[in-house]
């Protein structure tokens, strides 16, 4: 059991109350915590995760079994890859600075935040179109089989990231308009916005990173 005086590595703790008194509302500091902490156990487990289709995608290309590793008509284009590339690293600058502008409290964090969020849900479209142009389906070799399992999972991870992103823009736009009751689980809620967008953005710009890689291998390798 922990003695009063023993210092906490996890930065505030809900504060102990005695037996029958009501559990005071949560310091907003333990939701940033974990909030930062899960940031980066998620981009941790997407390594491990997209980890796999690198490994499939060399094994399988070392291997060219009969020669069918990649046939001449299985040929993704670069123009679509290209293009989705740079929406993803563009997004991924725009909510940087979006981040680094609510930290010094500018409220016009907002415009690079929904700029950033158009140019993801742009990468989105731009690869849902290309599967509707290219002449290769997931059954036309090895290296098909990777490229539509690969890209179509990364097209899921950020879908769900941009989500995670606009619920942070509608909570700030909330806050503004109507600022969240006090007298609930969390004291403050309001001031959960920052260390999420933090959160949100950390993992935004990791995983754009992945995505350069994934254009990287399976566009120009």
């Known amino acids: 059991m922990a003695q009063p005086h023993e210092e906490k590595p996890l930065g505030l703790q809900i504060p102990p109350v005695p037996l029958g008194v009501e559990i005071p509302p949560e310091p907003p500091d333990v ?16 390594v491990f995760f997209f980890l796999a289709f690198v490994f499939a995608y060399f094994y399988l290309r070392s291997l060219n079994v009969h020669n069918e590793w990649k046939p001449a008509h299985v040929k993704p284009e670069q123009g679509f890859g290209a293009a989705f590339a740079v929406c993803l690293v563009l997004s991924a600058l725009a909510m940087i600075l979006a981040g680094r502008r609510f930290k010094a409290e500018d409220r016009a964090w907002i415009t690079p935040a929904a700029a950033g969020l158009g140019l993801g849900l742009a990468a989105i479209v731009l690869q849902c179109i290309e599967y509707t142009t290219q002449k290769f389906g997931p059954t036309d070799g090895a290296y098909a089989s990777v490229f539509c399992a690969w890209t179509a999972c990364y097209l899921l991870a950020v879908l769900a990231t941009m989500y995670w992103l606009e619920t942070n823009i509608a909570s700030e736009f909330r806050a503004r308009r109507e600022p ?14 920052a260390p999420g967008l933090d959160a949100a953005v950390f993992y935004w710009s990791f995983l754009a990173g992945i995505g350069v890689l994934t254009y990287v291998v399976l566009y120009l390798l």
Do not use: H, T, W, Y
């Open 31 to 46: 939701g940033a915590r974990a909030l930062s902490v899960a940031s980066r156990l998620l981009a941790g487990a997407s």
């Open 180 to 193: 969240a009751p006090s007298e609930g689980d969390i004291k403050n809620p309001d001031a959960l916005i």
